[in-house]
């Protein structure tokens, strides 16, 4: 058949939506030959039909087009039809005309000459990548739980999961060619081509989607639907890798990674999500070398997870929280030593985790977050836990998490007195004795702003802080901790807490009769930031709620009073 003929036998049948018209157009044996010469010229014939329009309308036509596409990558030059399909990639505005190229566009880059391949490779998954960066992601929606699984029936989200499930596909026959081509000199570029790519579909799309399991009612995990997709990208990157941890890690410095003179950086979460499915998920866990301790885990990922808690989007912060709690786990409480509580790299994961459990919208991810702030501070063993205690209470500005801190510390002091009690005469923790105590404990028995120090944001820290200084003051009676030296400084503060308590009391109860209106000057601070404006009946309870703190904190500090008075 000439020239005109088939290409106008298959633009009519493509016009007319008439599949088999189309597909037979290319697969009767007397046009082999001329389709095999002319394949360039066909692709953007078949291209030019794979729209939205098409996907949505009529799904048959547009699997004929991709159908059309693999016949004719596989009889046509795979450098002709290599440089087509890119000319179509460039133009696509729509990630389902992308998605419906991928199966053509793998077949071709299987076909290219080998000497040269990973430079074809490099430019198609550079072009495809491109795509990846501007595929629409979800929004924050504040999921949690169960209904996090939700996510996947978005829009944006299916269009991402369907994309992650045709790139899975797209890359399995690449991945193929690397594993049976070892000796070729070619094939150490392909694979740092070929990872490139893996870990910039991590990044963009993937990392917007949740891949945690939820347990539904009777108990079964339930996995989200980009998951399976998840899984062979991460398997992908294990078969062009020797060490999956090592190479990955160190790969956007890597010489390997600066020879691909790629224009665009890899996204630096991409590193974060990888560990987060490698050690947070588990997905080829087996691949790590078993050589590695749980704490260098730790401290090889810290980076990485401080990244992914900075984030704002909230799937990118659980994953960031996800990973820490496991690897968190996985150290034996009580069992590192006061030197790791000093590296930069664990103490670096504070602040951000910090950030995340005062201001984080989600309640489920700063309950998680709260659970690795005690996981975190419980690892360490006593004379650990000083440097963490030390550093926290100088850095902490949350109330609540001041509360919690200084409970723990008092619990630890509290051992390291039964410990001297089982050792006499010898003091196995002298960090929590004399001048090293007092350097972190005397800064507790201060109000920021004396009595005036709005003691509704810090009541949390104030009743911790009375609770320790009543249990040091009744159970150290020979004084080891050095406590009793501390006296003076404790009853100061308990006379000038007992006058900011009547002022505030006299305050707050001032304000339960005054009449409340819009323009109200009354606000409520947590962690430094001011709560949103409430109405009448909120900030009555809210004053009532004020009130009732502040009787429990006077009739906690009777105890402390009668006790420094002794």
Same mark, same amino acid.
């Given at each position: 058949?000439?020239?005109?003929?088939?290409?106008?036998?298959?633009?009519?049948?493509?016009?007319?939506?008439?599949?088999?018209?189309?597909?037979?157009?290319?697969?009767?044996?007397?046009?082999?030959?001329?389709?095999?010469?002319?394949?360039?010229?066909?692709?953007?014939?078949?291209?030019?039909?794979?729209?939205?329009?098409?996907?949505?309308?009529?799904?048959?036509?547009?699997?004929?087009?991709?159908?059309?596409?693999?016949?004719?990558?596989?009889?046509?030059?795979?450098?002709?039809?290599?440089?087509?399909?890119?000319?179509?990639?460039?133009?696509?505005?729509?990630?389902?005309?992308?998605?419906?190229?991928?199966?053509?566009?793998?077949?071709?880059?299987?076909?290219?000459?080998?000497?040269?391949?990973?430079?074809?490779?490099?430019?198609?998954?550079?072009?495809?990548?491109?795509?990846?960066?501007?595929?629409?992601?979800?929004?924050?929606?504040?999921?949690?739980?169960?209904?996090?699984?939700?996510?996947?029936?978005?829009?944006?989200?299916?269009?991402?999961?369907?994309?992650?499930?045709?790139?899975?596909?797209?890359?399995?026959?690449?991945?193929?060619?690397?594993?049976?081509?070892?000796?070729?000199?070619?094939?150490?570029?392909?694979?740092?081509?070929?990872?490139?790519?893996?870990?910039?579909?991590?990044?963009?799309?993937?990392?917007?989607?949740?891949?945690?399991?939820?347990?539904?009612?009777?108990?079964?995990?339930?996995?989200?639907?980009?998951?399976?997709?998840?899984?062979?990208?991460?398997?992908?990157?294990?078969?062009?890798?020797?060490?999956?941890?090592?190479?990955?890690?160190?790969?956007?410095?890597?010489?390997?990674?600066?020879?691909?003179?790629?224009?665009?950086?890899?996204?630096?979460?991409?590193?974060?999500?990888?560990?987060?499915?490698?050690?947070?998920?588990?997905?080829?866990?087996?691949?790590?070398?078993?050589?590695?301790?749980?704490?260098?885990?730790?401290?090889?990922?810290?980076?990485?997870?401080?990244?992914?808690?900075?984030?704002?989007?909230?799937?990118?912060?659980?994953?960031?929280?996800?990973?820490?709690?496991?690897?968190?786990?996985?150290?034996?409480?009580?069992?590192?030593?006061?030197?790791?509580?000093?590296?930069?790299?664990?103490?670096?994961?504070?602040?951000?985790?910090?950030?995340?459990?005062?201001?984080?919208?989600?309640?489920?991810?700063?309950?998680?977050?709260?659970?690795?702030?005690?996981?975190?501070?419980?690892?360490?063993?006593?004379?650990?836990?000083?440097?963490?205690?030390?550093?926290?209470?100088?850095?902490?500005?949350?109330?609540?998490?001041?509360?919690?801190?200084?409970?723990?510390?008092?619990?630890?002091?509290?051992?390291?007195?039964?410990?001297?009690?089982?050792?006499?005469?010898?003091?196995?923790?002298?960090?929590?004795?004399?001048?090293?105590?007092?350097?972190?404990?005397?800064?507790?028995?201060?109000?920021?702003?004396?009595?005036?120090?709005?003691?509704?944001?810090?009541?949390?820290?104030?009743?911790?802080?009375?609770?320790?200084?009543?249990?040091?003051?009744?159970?150290?009676?020979?004084?080891?901790?050095?406590?009793?030296?501390?006296?003076?400084?404790?009853?100061?503060?308990?006379?000038?807490? %007992?006058? /900011?308590?009547?002022?505030?009391? *006299?305050?707050? $109860?001032? &304000? #339960? +009769? !005054?009449?409340?209106?819009?323009?109200? @000057?009354?606000?409520? %601070?947590? /962690?430094?930031?001011?709560?949103? *404006?409430?109405? $009448?009946? &909120? #900030? +009555? !309870?809210?004053?009532?709620?004020?009130? @009732?703190?502040?009787?429990?904190?006077?009739?906690?500090?009777?105890?402390?009073?009668?006790?420094?008075?002794?």
């Amino acid at each position: 058949m000439a020239e005109k003929d088939v290409k106008s036998q298959l633009i009519r049948a493509l016009e007319d939506w008439d599949v088999v018209a189309a597909s037979d157009c290319l697969s009767c044996p007397s046009n082999h030959a001329w389709v095999a010469e002319n394949s360039m010229e066909l692709v953007p014939v078949v291209a030019q039909h794979l729209t939205e329009h098409t996907e949505m309308a009529g799904p048959h036509m547009a699997q004929c087009c991709q159908d059309l596409l693999v016949t004719l990558a596989n009889k046509g030059s795979a450098k002709e039809n290599l440089v087509a399909i890119l000319e179509q990639l460039d133009s696509f505005q729509a990630s389902v005309s992308v998605r419906r190229v991928l199966p053509g566009l793998a077949i071709v880059l299987t076909r290219i000459k080998q000497s040269s391949m990973s430079v074809s490779w490099a430019w198609a998954l550079s072009t495809v990548a491109c795509h990846l960066r501007t595929c629409t992601v979800p929004d924050n929606l504040g999921l949690e739980g169960v209904e996090r699984l939700s996510l996947d029936q978005t829009g944006p989200a299916r269009e991402c999961i369907d994309m992650l499930d045709a790139l899975a596909d797209f890359i399995d026959p690449l991945i193929n060619i690397v594993k049976t081509s070892v000796d070729e000199a070619d094939n150490k570029c392909r694979k740092s081509v070929l990872l490139y790519f893996l870990l910039s579909a991590l990044s963009r799309p993937l990392s917007f989607l949740s891949q945690h399991p939820e347990s539904d009612p009777t108990g079964l995990l339930v996995f989200p639907a980009s998951h399976a997709a998840a899984a062979r990208l991460v398997t992908a990157v294990a078969e062009v890798t020797t060490n999956i941890l090592d190479e990955v890690v160190k790969f956007p410095d890597s010489k390997e990674r600066k020879s691909l003179q790629e224009d665009e950086p890899l996204d630096q979460t991409s590193i974060s999500v990888f560990l987060y499915l490698l050690l947070g998920e588990g997905l080829c866990l087996d691949k790590v070398p078993a050589v590695y301790s749980k704490l260098y885990l730790l401290q090889r990922s810290s980076p990485h997870i401080s990244l992914l808690l900075k984030e704002p989007q909230e799937i990118r912060v659980h994953k960031g929280l996800l990973l820490l709690e496991k690897l968190l786990s996985s150290i034996t409480p009580s069992s590192l030593p006061p030197t790791e509580a000093e590296n930069p790299a664990l103490v670096s994961l504070m602040a951000p985790l910090v950030n995340v459990i005062v201001y984080q919208d989600v309640a489920e991810l700063r309950k998680l977050g709260f659970a690795c702030y005690s996981k975190f501070v419980n690892m360490f063993n006593l004379n650990g836990r000083y440097s963490v205690y030390n550093h926290l209470l100088n850095t902490v500005n949350h109330s609540g998490l001041l509360g919690w801190t200084i409970s723990s510390l008092k619990d630890s002091i509290a051992l390291s007195l039964a410990k001297y009690a089982e050792s006499k005469p010898a003091v196995l923790y002298p960090e929590y004795t004399g001048h090293s105590l007092a350097r972190i404990v005397l800064p507790l028995f201060r109000l920021a702003n004396g009595a005036e120090t709005d003691l509704l944001e810090v009541s949390d820290e104030v009743l911790a802080t009375i609770n320790f200084a009543h249990f040091l003051l009744v159970r150290d009676k020979e004084n080891i901790s050095g406590i009793q030296d501390m006296k003076s400084e404790i009853k100061n503060w308990v006379e000038m807490l %007992t006058e /900011g308590l009547k002022l505030s009391t *006299a305050h707050y $109860e001032q &304000k #339960l +009769k !005054e009449p409340f209106d819009d323009g109200s @000057n009354m606000n409520v %601070t947590v /962690g430094g930031r001011d709560l949103p *404006a409430m109405d $009448e009946k &909120k #900030l +009555k !309870e809210v004053v009532r709620s004020a009130l @009732n703190t502040f009787s429990l904190i006077q009739f906690n500090l009777v105890r402390v009073k009668e006790q420094v008075e002794k």
